[in-house]
């Protein structure tokens, strides 16, 4: 693949699955505020990426739906071509407004951010239970960043190497602000109006992506802080499991009778406990061999 020798300032990407209602409209708003728009048709069954290329976009094709993640990995690759600046993304569906993509370059100038999330305004039109569910799935994450599920940032394209999401499925975009956490990547929000009256913004079960999403922030938490999330339970499963092995044996040595359910829990907290700081300890020195590897 031959890369192409042309600077630009924005390139805006758009993921997009069977959006043949509502992408000409993104497309073409989008290429007022941006010198490229590059759309990753998703597997679409419609006419999404016909449109997309009709109007001028620049489509990436997949044959088959492989999911968000997957379409901003082609997409994010595709941008880093044209030597970018500034790399947007933004929903095929409406819901994000691309008249606001000069309010998140200017941000990410102003702040000098690596990202900025386009997060919700308190009182648009997202329903209450996404409210929710964004709130709750920010709060388990920990970072200080109030929408952790919006798909409409800014990226210098400089840092997009380094975050590629490796995830195929809607929680990428956790998996982006972890990688980019664990780089000490300035991230910014800035408030901005999200439309749903009218629109088919998801087609995925809520159950299914808000299980997904959780696993994502979990496993992150782990592995960023392994002796946190995985060694201090592990020391008290240990602890608690020792004092229950005392009182089984104080016991069965005061009454010649052994409780046996009791020392099935000890045996489950010992061992649980053991495996628990062994993992820790595991994926703590991959982590630190890993930053090793990184300074040579």
Known sequence: MVSVQLMVKVVTCIPAYNEEKTIARVVIEAQKHSDIVIVC????????GVIAEKLGAIVVKHEKNMGYGAALRSLFKKALEYNPEIVITIDADLQHNPKYIPVL??????????????????????????????KTFSKIMGAKISDVQSGFRAYKASILKNIIPDVNGMEASIEILNKALERNYKIVEVPVP???????????????????IISEILKSRIIRKPLTYLGIPGLVF?????????????????????????????????????????????IFTIKEYAKLSRVR
């Open 41 to 48: 048709d998703d597997g679409s069954t419609d006419y999404t």
């Open 105 to 134: 370059v200017k941000a990410l100038e102003e702040e000098k951010a690596d990202i900025v999330i386009a997060s919700r305004v308190k009182g648009d039109e997202t329903p209450k239970y996404r409210r929710l569910a964004v």
């Open 194 to 212: 999200f439309k749903y009256k009218g629109l088919e913004t998801s087609t995925l079960n809520p159950l299914v992506h808000g299980y997904n």
């Open 238 to 282: 240990i602890v608690t499991g020792l004092m229950s092995g005392l009182w089984v044996i104080k016991r069965y040595a005061e009454v010649r009778q052994l409780a046996t359910g009791t020392a099935i829990i000890t045996a489950i907290l010992l061992i649980s406990g053991l495996l628990l700081i062994l993992t820790a300890i595991h």
